[in-house]
Each structure stands twice: as C-alpha cells, then as structure tokens.
C-alpha cells in the first residue's frame, strides 16, 4: 500500500510541475515555447486567482474550464458571460479585455470606441477560480455534516462508524481542547458552530490547495482576501459580543498610573490598537504561511527550468534534488495545512474569550 501511495505521489508531483508551467494567468504554452522562463511570473501567475481553471496543456495548447464574467460599468451596464470568450487572451469581447501583462495583469479593462483601454475598471464580479473552490468546499462541508447528523438521529446511543467516526474525535477536539479551556463553561456552546466552521473551512481549503488537479490547486486561504474576511468575522462577533468589562478595561485600564490616561489618553489608545492589531495578525498569519508555503515549493520547481535554459544535463542533475526537496515541502505543507487552521481556531477562541469575561470587583481591587 506505501509503494501505491509513492507511486501516485509521485504521478501527481510530476503532473503538477506540467500543470503549472503553464498555468492560468499565462498565455498559452505554444506562445510563450520561445520566451526566456521568467521564475517571477511562474510563482506569482500560479498562486494568484484567474477567470480560468487550468487543467492540461496537450499537445501546445491549454485546457481550461471557463468560468463565468460578471462585469458592471457606466458605459457598458451590466455583462454576464463565459471568460472563453477571451480566448486565453487573444479576443476582445464586448469591449472587454482581460489582461495577462502589465500593471492590470489577471484583470478585465474597459476599451473605449478607439480601441484604447479606459482609465477607470469595470466592477468585476465575476466568479473567479477561487470562489468555484469556496463553493466546493461548503459542499463538502454541508455535505459531511448533514450526512453527520443523520447518523446521529439515526444511531443514537450507538458507537458512531464511518464519517461520524472520522469526524466526531475532531469535533470534540476543538470542543474539549479550544471552545471550553478558551470562552469558559457557560457560554462556549454558543461560539461551538463558529469555531468548528472556520476550523474545517481553512482546513478543507488548505488540503486541496495541495492538491495538483481539479477540484484541487486554487489558493483559497493564500488569498489576502478571504483571510482578511475570516478575521473580519472573528473581529465582528468579539466586539458585539464583549462585556462591559472588556470595554472599561480599554477605556479606564485598571493597576495603570492615572498620568497614562489623563490628559494624553495613551493607555486607552494603545489598547485600543491592540483591538484592531488582532484581527491583523489572524489575516496575516493564515496569509503568509499558506502563501510562503506555496512560493518555496514553485521556487524549487523554478530551478529545473532555471538550469535547463542553461545545460539539459545539469537541469537532470538538479530535478533530482528539486524533486526531493519539493516533496519535503509538500509534505511540510500538510502539516502547516492543520497546523494553521488550529491556531487560528485557537486564536479566535482566546479574543472572544477575553471579550466576554467578566471581572469580579475583587479582582478590580
């Protein structure tokens, strides 16, 4: 069974290294067959989003699913269609072009009746590669715990099987080691969905980010955006659920000398700051380990081609090591993918916690 699993590792590993040199945001692999391998454009084009979902290139030509364009402008009103419509880059189409160089590259710009691209955007509302990787995921999600809680109503008092089996010690993990320790007896059911959401999104996310073929390949959580989303909801529901006390001690700081808050109210500031730096550090935190993850991997795979432009038989000599090292990072990459969605399940956890503890008034003494 380890010899059929390498076997397949390694299938997938070397389908992943064709799969993503010519990946969404480049142009077709014919075109660029005379260009110098630019390392820069082949990291950044695969790990950023795209109107298009890459699947092969054969025989010189790619092979990509289309995903629909929404797209709103003054001039053009409103325009729903299919990004096949781009032809990989080489036609317009109802005035729209979307762009693979330059300083509005994986973007569609407006051109007016000259033919010159105009200065303001359309508003693009598209349904990108990564929100078709998002509604994936909340299938599976929906999916697995509907099929969860069936089994429940079904086998109740008996010893769970199957997925209840899998997904129950990961639940009462979070429960007992994360929501409980973290918001206190009383109130941490009412947080439980939230945390088990977030927890099994990024992780979900994260495993088939690592995956080389479709479903699996959009870079879902090293996405600024969506993690800047995640932390904006752990944000929301810390600062409408928190207590007086969370607010006085930001306001009027206890155990701190009074010339900290009046007349300059600096205490009161920085803890205010400190309000605003959370969120931050959840968003980055996701943010850059999924990402840098992602970058060394593609770093590696860079220097087969980096050397191949050079000498054929230094580029098989490095492959070798590439190769090793590419593995290691993937299966590094595994455990950052856990990792990180429970640190950030923790972490959301610890802020909502702080925010509705309630302080005695021995303890203000």
């Given at each position: 069974?380890?010899?059929?699993?390498?076997?397949?590792?390694?299938l997938?590993?070397?389908?992943?290294?064709?799969?993503?040199?010519?990946?969404?945001?480049?142009?077709?692999?014919?075109a660029?067959?005379?260009?110098?391998?630019?390392a820069?454009?082949f990291?950044?084009?695969?790990?950023?989003?795209?109107?298009?979902?890459?699947?092969?290139?054969?025989?010189?030509?790619?092979?990509?699913?289309?995903?629909?364009?929404?797209?709103?402008?003054?001039?053009?009103?409103?325009?729903?269609f299919m990004?096949?419509?781009?032809?990989?880059?080489?036609?317009?189409?109802?005035?729209?072009r979307?762009?693979?160089?330059g300083e509005?590259k994986?973007?569609?710009?407006?051109?007016?009746?000259?033919?010159?691209?105009l200065?303001?955007?359309?508003?693009?509302?598209?349904?990108?590669?990564?929100?078709v990787?998002?509604f994936?995921?909340?299938a599976?999600?929906?999916?697995?715990?509907?099929?969860?809680?069936?089994?429940?109503?079904?086998?109740?008092?008996q010893?769970?099987?199957?997925?209840?089996?899998?997904?129950?010690p990961?639940?009462?993990?979070i429960r007992?080691?994360?929501?409980?320790p973290?918001?206190?007896?009383?109130?941490?059911e009412?947080?439980?969905p939230?945390l088990?959401?977030?927890?099994?999104?990024?992780?979900?996310?994260?495993?088939?980010?690592?995956?080389?073929?479709?479903?699996g390949g959009a870079?879902v959580?090293?996405?600024?955006?969506?993690t800047?989303?995640?932390?904006?909801c752990?944000?929301?529901?810390?600062?409408i659920s928190a207590?007086?006390d969370?607010?006085?001690?930001?306001i009027?700081?206890?155990?701190?000398?009074?010339w900290?808050?009046?007349?300059?109210?600096?205490?009161p500031?920085v803890?205010f700051?400190?309000?605003?730096?959370?969120?931050f550090?959840?968003m980055i935190?996701?943010?850059?380990?999924?990402?840098a993850g992602?970058?060394?991997a593609?770093?590696?795979?860079?220097l087969?081609?980096?050397?191949?432009?050079?000498?054929?038989?230094?580029?098989?000599?490095?492959?070798?090591?590439?190769?090793?090292?590419?593995?290691?990072?993937?299966?590094?990459?595994?455990?950052?993918?856990?990792?990180?969605?429970?640190?950030?399940?923790?972490?959301?956890?610890?802020?909502?916690g702080?925010?509705?503890?309630?302080h005695?008034?021995?303890?203000?003494?």
């Amino acid at each position: 069974m380890r010899k059929i699993f390498r076997i397949v590792f390694a299938l997938l590993l070397l389908f992943s290294v064709q799969n993503t040199f010519a990946e969404e945001n480049h142009e077709p692999a014919h075109a660029a067959s005379n260009e110098k391998f630019n390392a820069g454009n082949f990291i950044f084009d695969h790990i950023s989003d795209s109107h298009y979902w890459h699947i092969i290139t054969w025989k010189g030509k790619d092979v990509a699913l289309p995903l629909p364009v929404i797209l709103y402008s003054s001039n053009s009103g409103l325009s729903v269609f299919m990004s096949g419509k781009f032809h990989h880059g080489h036609s317009d189409y109802k005035n729209f072009r979307l762009m693979f160089e330059g300083e509005n590259k994986g973007k569609i710009i407006e051109l007016g009746t000259d033919g010159h691209a105009l200065e303001s955007l359309p508003l693009d509302l598209s349904i990108t590669k990564n929100v078709v990787a998002i509604f994936f995921s909340l299938a599976i999600m929906l999916w697995v715990f509907l099929s969860v809680a069936k089994a429940y109503v079904r086998r109740k008092g008996q010893a769970p099987t199957g997925l209840q089996n899998f997904i129950e010690p990961v639940i009462v993990f979070i429960r007992d080691e994360v929501a409980r320790p973290s918001i206190g007896e009383k109130k941490y059911e009412r947080y439980l969905p939230y945390l088990l959401m977030v927890f099994f999104f990024i992780l979900l996310n994260n495993l088939l980010g690592l995956v080389p073929i479709i479903p699996g390949g959009a870079n879902v959580t090293g996405n600024i955006t969506i993690t800047l989303f995640l932390a904006l909801c752990t944000f929301l529901i810390t600062n409408i659920s928190a207590g007086k006390d969370y607010w006085k001690h930001i306001i009027n700081t206890p155990g701190v000398p009074w010339w900290l808050k009046i007349p300059l109210p600096i205490m009161p500031f920085v803890e205010f700051l400190g309000v605003l730096t959370k969120p931050f550090a959840l968003m980055i935190r996701l943010f850059a380990n999924i990402t840098a993850g992602h970058i060394i991997a593609l770093a590696f795979f860079s220097l087969i081609f980096f050397f191949a432009e050079m000498n054929v038989a230094v580029s098989y000599g490095v492959s070798v090591v590439t190769l090793a090292f590419t593995i290691f990072m993937t299966c590094l990459e595994l455990l950052v993918a856990f990792v990180q969605a429970f640190v950030f399940t923790l972490l959301s956890a610890v802020f909502i916690g702080m925010a509705i503890e309630e302080h005695h008034a021995a303890e203000h003494h």
